[in-house]
């Protein structure tokens, strides 16, 4: 390959994420914002990480309560998702875009529109320059029932889509190309 | 949609995340593993997150020098990125697994085969249970260049690969399903 350096950009490279849909409470009331920045970050108990912007009415309430969800939107949810994400409660209330239900936690909103929603309570946080990183455990998953393919989430049928930026494109997952802990097996050798 | 409750199974939702390759340095020589679990995490400067599992040998390389790389394979390397996951560095050398060059960073070694490298020094790491979380602000970024499009790394000519957990399986990319703040602007009105 012939590799450049594009350093000179360096929003150039943003990995690609799943987008979701943030869960929290604002000033009493669920708030709802899109969320492209997350990974999973501890294998046990389970943790998610999630990043937002300090400047964002969703980080309040994660700091006020101490809770928020995280919710999976199907691929037909593009328009709403996408939405979330340009009206800020400041100024718009989101709290009736969904049908929303509680699990364990009275902070953490889950959309019923969402084929999977997660209940996170706060175990740490991290003050970054523009964001904040909140580190979640998660203490609920909720799915509809007819994505799951032996009790686990299904990909196939759920069909969430992914975030690729600075592009900004939204895309719907592909083909299987493999399986994780088992191509490599041939190279071992 | 008829949601059930599947929090006795904790495992079940994992956010799908982009499959890259983590490079460190390990006891002084290039050390390479599948990292399926990092997201963007601060606007400016752009800072990345990973999660390393402490048992690592390469949370310990980034713990010694404060450094390390995210290289993004194409789906074409799907088995050899796969195999790096599988065996450790405590008994396999993975240092000549690919060709490797450095940018700025002495100890963030970076992989010709990937079409994008980025390196990161570290800013931030929050220990947690099984896991460290490390926030690397981005430094470099290098690029194949006929994979470029206006500049910017374009996900449809680099065919990168997602994790899906936990069944365990890598995605390509699918078709494009709206642009990112952009899509929910007809619902504004």
């Not at 203490?139 to 989430?153: I, K, N, R």
Request: glycine share 8%.
């Amino acid at each position: 390959m012939a590799q450049t350096d594009i350093s000179d950009n360096i929003f150039a490279f943003v990995p690609i994420t799943m987008q979701t849909i943030l869960g929290t409470h604002v000033q009493g009331k669920a708030n709802f914002m899109a969320l492209g920045w997350l990974t999973r970050c501890n294998f046990k108990p389970p943790m998610i990480a999630i990043a937002v912007n300090k400047s964002n009415q969703s980080a309040e309430g994660i700091l006020d309560n101490g809770e928020f969800s995280v919710n999976v939107p199907a691929t037909d949810m593009v328009g709403i998702t996408d939405y979330t994400g340009l009206v800020s409660a400041k100024k718009t209330d989101k709290s009736k875009l969904f049908d929303v239900f509680y699990g364990q936690l009275k902070t953490a909103p889950l959309i019923e529109e969402c084929p999977i929603n997660v209940e996170c309570r706060l175990a740490e946080k991290v003050e970054l320059l523009t964001n904040y990183l909140f580190v979640g455990e998660v203490v609920g998953v909720h799915a509809e029932d007819s994505l799951l393919t032996e009790g686990h989430p299904d990909p196939e049928k759920i069909k969430p889509f992914v975030l690729s930026m600075p592009d900004n494109r939204f895309w719907g997952l592909g083909d299987c190309v493999g399986r994780a802990w088992h191509e490599g097996k041939d190279f071992k050798k």
